[in-house]
């Protein structure tokens, strides 16, 4: 009955989103102020009410009220509360209404406060929020509604996917839904410039912190995402190159170019349509990605068909596609191009839009390898693969083509046509430290044999180490040596420092993945069996224990390693009471800086518990590339506090 | 989807029988073994290689090549022979000829002529020859006037407050 009520206040929602877009373009028609400031008040209370309906989902899942049917099919009775609660988000309908209530509420705030120079964009952008709200909520009322009633009321319901309860997948979903919902922003400024034919001085500024505020929670959430992977999978990997990992870097990939081009556009007033072209790929792509493993077409053409959401996501996909194309061919030669040309030469601007470029040809690369399948299937119905070694094929040589550019373009200064003495001399004496550190690293591990991929890699993540380090020095040459000047007036550039220390990091991480190791061991009580120089010893029987809604057995494991207890480690798994037919890996994982020990549990002998059989891990690296994404995290947020980047009028 | 998976696995855990495969034997190269799983997509799940999984089709497959293997084939005439048997699908990449061309040559052809155009319109305008200052009031003797000049305040930084 509840249930409804949240239809209803949707409903509502849509008519508001119908009024408010015919409103917003209208006022700008007719330069009617109080039409706008209706369309906008429309916008808040588009937000309100999905608030409203968001909350009683939440309700009903709380008060376990199967009479509606998201609810049966995503909770039972012995879930506990916070997977109760984050089951909202389990499955199609409630995450189309998460990213629905993300999307309003970052149109509201961002037109509630904006910068005094961008009022003239601001009625567009409204008429364009209102616009994908339109749509959004047409399909939570439709094809994705969360509030199908379910008579008569079930006494259970059938219960939460257990792959899914797990704590960073009840993160996962609202940072990534909230980094797409992010780019709405963007997209919508840039498609208002298109619409009113100039960048008013303000763009940049809104662009900028809505744009990396989104590439901080993408990056987050794809981290979880991976870190997710490594514990909850136990396959011993955290980056699978499928297709849903994929849709979601695929953003990752253009918003990365898009700060980098906004940061080229606020040096040089000028590479302004290629910021608005990014700005509109990446809000496409966040769809896009959806579309993709939402419709079920990855697993099968066919399957797609027979989905209503596919179909309509479609029609959705390519009329964005098409009028934001047609929009731009039409209008995109009426903003202006910068007045200065300074940019030649071998020039930190060239390397920078050549690092752009291999990120851009990234994204490309990976758009193939996603979709390709798919073409192959309907053209040439002819079913094929595209996994992780066509991918890996490409990656080592993007990846070290971003570090030769970083490297070269963190010496140089804006505006110099040629490469200036001393960022020479840096680069040489950069060089020349990392060819030697990787000398180094060499004859230490050259016992063992190495990838030549592997030694190229180390040695260009140490020049790119050692040229931020230099480029860190020319800048505090530049002011004098007083460190608190960095931090009071180029907080933005302290944040790429660490953000571009993240990808030298990430770069040494990913390495690791060349000397990984594996085994599968049996084990017995009392007998203790040695792999890569650790002795692995059980202590004890299997024990099955009670915990919430499922049975865990655990396996206590002592690690040694030269006689000397390293870990303790418990591999499980898990058998839920809602699902008999299948157990689920709880590995276990002991990490220290350089690499993971990773156990999983595989199966033991039944009626004596005393012999089992795991699969050991040595994974180099992979705590390396969880700092990195901390570092790269941090970056970000510590440019998203420059104070002087950020600074407009602001109208309320 | 999950109910289809478990189908498949009935299926075949019916039309197989399996062979015990703890470890490997000692006349098989690891190496290569490893190289030709890893090239093999597991069928029921989504991304990985038989050889990152332990579902019953991929414990088939990976016993397969074992005996092949030990038959000394070759690494071409293995993967031909699963792509004979469950079609190109189950390589984790499509070979090399025919339309599957386009995955390869399009981002190299990208990466060329994308690369191409940016050094061409980098170098058209006079390139790093030019005057930086042609295109600002300033002179030489300005900027080094200036500098100077700013060298001098810098030598007097400490008394300076920000």
Redesign the interface.
């Known amino acids: 009955m509840v249930a409804n009520f949240g239809f209803f206040l949707l409903f509502l929602a849509l008519n508001l989103s119908i009024y408010g877009f015919f409103a917003s373009f209208l006022s700008v028609r007719l330069k009617h102020y109080k039409l706008f400031l209706s369309a906008k008040h429309a916008l808040h209370a588009v937000s309100l009410l999905t608030v409203g309906a968001s909350m009683i989902l939440v309700a009903l899942f709380v008060l376990r009220d199967y009479s509606a049917f998201y609810v049966y099919k995503h909770s039972s009775n012995d879930l506990p509360l916070f997977y109760t609660i984050t089951a909202f988000w389990a499955s199609l309908e409630g995450s189309h209404l998460l990213w629905t209530l993300l999307l309003t509420l970052c149109g509201s705030l961002s037109v509630k406060v904006y910068a005094a120079e961008n009022k003239q964009l601001i009625p567009f952008v409204l008429g364009i929020y209102h616009l994908v709200m339109v749509w959004m909520l047409y399909m939570a009322i439709t094809h994705s509604d969360p509030f199908i009633v379910n008579l008569p009321k079930p006494e259970n319901g059938t219960g939460m996917n257990e792959l899914l309860q797990n704590p960073l997948m009840a993160v996962h979903p609202p940072l990534l839904f909230m980094g797409y919902a992010a780019l709405v922003v963007p997209f919508a400024y840039g498609l208002a410039t298109l619409f009113y034919g100039d960048i008013p001085v303000g763009f940049l500024k809104s662009i900028r912190r809505w744009t990396l505020f989104a590439w901080i929670l993408l990056t987050a959430s794809i981290a979880l995402g991976g870190v997710w992977a490594y514990v909850e999978l136990g ?3 955290y980056w ?6 994929n849709s979601s870097f695929l953003p990752w990939l253009v918003v990365t170019a898009l700060i980098h081009t906004l940061i080229l556009q606020e040096k040089f007033d000028d590479f302004k349509k290629l910021s608005i072209i990014l700005c509109l790929i990446g809000f496409f792509l966040t769809f896009f990605g959806t579309f993709l493993t939402r419709s ?1 077409i ?2 099968s053409v066919h ?1 797609f068909a027979d989905s209503t959401i596919g179909p309509n996501y479609l029609i959705f996909l390519s009329l964005v596609a098409v009028l934001s194309l047609i929009l731009y061919g039409l209008r995109a030669y009426i903003i202006p191009s910068g007045t ?8 930190k ?2 390397f920078m ?2 690092g752009l ?2 990120l ?2 990234f994204f ?2 990976v758009f ?2 996603t979709v ?1 399948p798919l073409l ?1 299937e309907v053209m ?1 119905s ?9 991918f890996n ?2 990656a080592p040589y993007v990846g070290f083509l971003l570090a030769l550019g970083i490297a070269v373009s963190v010496l140089l200064p804006y ?4 490469l200036t003495n001393i960022g020479i001399r840096v680069a040489i004496a950069a060089a020349v430290i990392s060819l030697l550190l990787t000398g180094v690293i060499y004859f230490q591990i050259a016992h063992s044999s190495v990838e030549p991929l592997e030694i190229i890699g180390y040695s260009l993540s140490l020049f790119v180490l050692a040229s931020l380090v230099g480029g860190l020095f020319l800048k505090l040459k530049n002011i ?1 040596f ?1 460190i ?2 960095l931090f ?1 007036y180029r907080l933005a550039y302290v944040g790429s420092f660490v953000a571009h220390c993240g990808f030298v990091v990430m770069v040494i991480g990913l390495l690791g993945n060349y000397r990984k190791v594996e085994t ?1 061991l ?1 084990l017995e009580v009392g007998k203790p069996v040695v792999f890569a120089d650790y002795q692995f010893q059980m202590v004890k029987n299997v024990t099955p224990s009670h915990v919430d809604n499922h049975i865990l057995y655990s396996l206590p494991i002592e690690v040694k390693k030269g006689g000397e207890l390293v870990s303790r480690m418990t591999p499980s798994q898990s058998l839920y009471f809602t699902n008999r ?1 299948q157990t689920f890996n709880e590995v276990a994982v002991s990490s220290n800086l350089w690499h993971d020990i990773y156990l999983v549990l ?1 199966s033991w002998d039944e009626p004596s518990r005393s012999r089992a059989t795991v699969s050991i891990y040595i994974n180099p690296g992979v705590m390396l590339v969880w700092i990195a994404v901390i570092l790269m995290i941090l970056g970000g947020a510590i440019s998203l506090f420059d104070v002087h980047k950020n600074r407009v009028r602001w109208k309320v | ?1 999950f109910m289809k998976i ?1 189908l498949i696995f009935i299926l075949i855990l019916i039309s197989f029988t399996s062979f015990a495969a ?2 490997l034997d000692e006349n098989i190269d690891p190496k290569l073994y490893k190289e030709i799983a ?2 093999l ?1 597991c069928p029921s799940c ?4 038989v050889l ?3 579902a019953n089709f991929s414990v088939q497959i990976k016993d397969e090549v074992k005996r092949q293997l030990l038959q000394k084939k070759e690494k071409n005439e293995i993967l031909r022979f699963f792509s004979e048997r469950y ?8 070979p090399m000829h025919g ?2 061309l ?2 390869w040559l ?2 190299v052809a ?2 060329l002529l ?2 191409g155009a ?1 050094i061409w319109f ?9 005057d ?1 200052y042609e ?1 600002s009031h300033m002179t030489k003797e300005i900027v080094n006037h200036m500098k100077k000049e700013l060298n001098k305040r ?1 030598g007097q ?1 400490s008394e300076l407050r ?1």
Do not use: C
């Not at chain 1, 699978?240 to 990992?245: H, I, K, L, R, T």
């Not at chain 1, 002819?382 to 066509?390: D, N, R």
């Not at chain 2, 989504?46 to 290689?49: A, C, P």
């Open positions: 396959w011993g990997g699978a190159w499928d297709p849903v990992e079920g990855i697993s399957s200065n040309k300074n940019f030649s030469g071998i020039s601007e060239f839009v050549m470029f291999i851009f040809a490309v690369i193939i390898g390709f192959s040439m002819e079913k094929i693969s595209i996994q992780a070694p066509y094929t490409f505006g110099e046509p040629r004098g007083r608190g000047g009071h599968d049996v037919e595989k | 989807m478990k703890d470890g890893g090239q997509r989504q991304g990985m290689s990152e999984s332990d079609g190109i699908w189950i390589l984790r990449q499509p339309y599957h386009i995955i399009l981002p990208f990466l994308g690369g940016i980098f170098g058209r305008s006079k390139g790093g020859k030019r930086p295109s810098r930084r920000e």
